[in-house]
């Protein structure tokens, strides 16, 4: 009984097999981005913030805009712009009648 003799033997190979994958037939056009240039940023950022003051006559049209800007993740674009339109919201919600206001926009204004 010999326990030293897996300690002296030389270190065991292990033997794989090779995978011989064939190539994907989507090539490598995944693994390239296709990240726009500045100005193509710069152009987005500019439709998005004419849009949001292009809501402005419907301060329900203009929660949800802001709330659609922050669930994508780019609020932080727009930080001015939204606390802008949340002030002007806020300060103008009691002069305004939505009596027809559903959960979902009383939700928004909370």
Not at 11 to 40: C, K, L, M
Not at 53 to 73: C, P, T, Y
Not at 85 to 108: E, K, M, Q, S, W
């Amino acid at each position: 009984m010999s326990t030293d003799q897996s300690a002296s033997s030389p270190a065991s190979e292990t033997n794989r097999r090779t995978a011989n994958y064939h190539p994907s037939i989507w090539g490598n056009s995944f693994i390239v981005s296709n990240f726009p240039d500045d100005e193509q940023l710069e152009d987005l950022k500019e439709e998005v913030r004419r849009e949001l003051i292009a809501a402005a006559s419907n301060s329900s049209e203009q929660l949800k805009f802001i709330d659609a800007v922050q669930r994508l993740g780019v609020a932080y674009h727009f930080e001015k712009e939204i606390e802008e339109v949340l002030g002007n919201t806020f300060d103008n919600y009691h002069d305004t009648d939505d009596i027809n206001d559903d959960l979902y926009d009383v939700a928004l204004r909370f």
